[in-house]
């Protein structure tokens, strides 16, 4: 009697069971979406940040800029452009006289010939005269010049007045004018007085209306230090 061995079959596995489901997973996941069609744009994106931010500085800077010539730019040409024609005028006439006693001391080569000597001495001390003045001239064009006429030596830059040297005004109990100003600049008034003092020696007359004839310097509009 033969025994049947019973087949042997492997032991059926027992089925996995799914992981649970994570109803949150698409909200906090780190990775993109599955499928591009399930993203939506949105105009503050990231990637429109630099562009708005530029955009806005740029309108605020416009803006700024319109507020700031209203309030500060023009008020301030309006009372700095009289105040620089007036020291204009003042080294104009400082430059015009020098340059005329420059040209008054001219010698002709001609006038040397057949000259005795007491007029070659003359002519000597004109040669002299003007190579002095020649050089008094050059000076003057350099410390009068537009750059260093308003340096920053003489005038202030954080609002409160214009000038930073002492101005006095001749009337008792009110403001300064715009010729005490200019007048009392200190490179003006050095070489006003050297021109005085150059005008006299060589006798010339009513040199002082080459200054006190260009405006009115007791009247005018008036500046508040």
């Avoid at 005269?129 to 050089?135: M, Q, S």
Wanted: aromatic share 8%.
């Amino acid at each position: 009697m033969t025994s049947s061995n019973p087949s042997s079959t492997p032991p059926s596995s027992a089925p996995s069971a799914s992981p649970p489901t994570n109803l949150l997973s698409d909200i906090f996941s780190d990775s993109p979406p599955a499928s591009p069609s399930s993203t939506h744009y949105h105009p503050t994106d990231p990637s429109d940040i630099p562009r708005l931010r530029s955009t806005h500085v740029t309108n605020g800077y416009r803006e700024g800029i319109a507020v700031a010539r209203d309030q500060a730019v023009q008020p301030g040409f309006d009372e700095a452009y009289p105040l620089g024609a007036i020291l204009g005028l003042r080294v104009g006439c400082i430059l015009g006289l020098l340059e005329g006693l420059y040209a008054a001391f001219r010698v002709k080569k001609s006038n040397q010939s057949g000259a005795n000597e007491k007029e070659r001495k003359e002519l000597d001390f004109m040669e002299e005269e003007r190579k002095r003045l020649g050089a008094l001239l050059e000076r003057a064009r350099a410390e009068l010049k537009t750059e260093t006429l308003f340096g920053k030596e003489y005038w202030k830059s954080d609002g409160d007045g214009l000038w930073a040297y002492q101005v006095h005004g001749k009337a008792v109990e009110q403001d300064v004018t715009f010729w005490e100003v200019a007048e009392q600049h200190p490179a003006v008034q050095k070489w006003m007085e050297t021109v005085r003092n150059e005008v006299q020696k060589v006798g010339i007359q009513n040199a002082e209306d080459g200054f006190s004839g260009i405006g009115n310097q007791s009247g005018g509009a008036r500046l508040e230090d």
